[in-house]
């Protein structure tokens, strides 16, 4: 069954280190987000891409992050200099249409 | 009026009764309401969806709920079992192509043997 692959599993960075997640969407799926879920919260929507663009951002995805679809199967989400309180769960997901999808996650802990 | 009120925040039922988890939204324009499953470490899976032009969809043991004038709907899960515990979160979204899910704050489910 197709899945939405994430790397890496846990990353651990410094305060003001710059870290990019990656993740693999289903292949067929034309749209891609990233969701994000701090430790015992919900989970909350941070940007969707679509046609190679941004197509909608929360208040959340301010100037510090950014998104690329660098090649025909990687999307990534880049935090350019991580705060304490970017430490989360990022989630990436993908759809067709309806029906997003959800990778396993990418644990960040910013110390 | 983009939240989605989730209860309760958690839950404990026996192997074989009825586990019930409600939400309630105030955005009319909300009209794809689905529920997913998270475990530990995991990432939210899509369980069961319902669009608001059906009051009622089963599958297997798992029934979504729609009152549309209420503004609510909810999710029955008959014969619970152990492996159904997990935390579960419902949500919400305006059918635009793209999902920009709206998620309920979670349900912990624990059901006991």
């Known amino acids: 069954e197709p899945e939405v692959t994430q790397t890496p599993s846990h990353q651990v960075t410094q305060m003001g280190q710059e870290v990019i997640l990656r993740c693999v969407p289903i292949s067929n799926h034309l749209y891609f987000y990233w969701y994000r879920q701090i430790l015992g919260q919900k989970v909350e929507f941070l940007v969707s891409?679509?046609?190679?663009?941004?197509?909608?951002k929360s208040e959340i995805f301010d100037d510090q992050f950014s998104v690329e679809r660098p090649d025909g199967s990687n999307f990534t989400l880049k935090i350019r200099s991580t705060k304490l309180e970017d430490s989360a769960m990022y989630f990436c997901?993908?759809?067709?249409?309806?029906?997003?999808?959800f990778g396993q996650g990418t644990r960040l802990t910013v110390v | 009026q983009q939240q989605v009120k989730q209860s309760p925040q958690s839950l404990i039922v026996q192997k074989g009764g009825i586990s019930i988890i409600n939400c309630a939204y105030e955005?009319?324009?909300?009209?794809?309401f689905p529920w997913y499953q998270q475990f530990p470490g995991k990432g939210p899976a899509l369980l069961i969806a319902i669009r608001p032009d059906v009051s009622e969809k089963k599958e297997g043991r798992f029934t979504i709920s729609f009152n549309k004038s209420a503004k609510q709907f909810s999710l029955h899960i008959m014969d619970s079992q152990p492996g159904d515990s997990a935390t579960y979160f419902c949500?919400?979204?305006?059918?635009?192509?793209?999902?920009?899910?709206?998620f309920g704050t979670g349900t912990r489910l624990l059901v006991s043997p």
């Open positions: 891409f679509y046609n190679n663009e941004i197509s909608e």
């Open positions: 997901a993908s759809s067709e249409f309806t029906e997003a999808f």
């Open positions: 955005n009319t324009a909300f009209d794809y």
């Open positions: 949500a919400a979204d305006i059918n635009t192509g793209f999902q920009k899910l709206v």
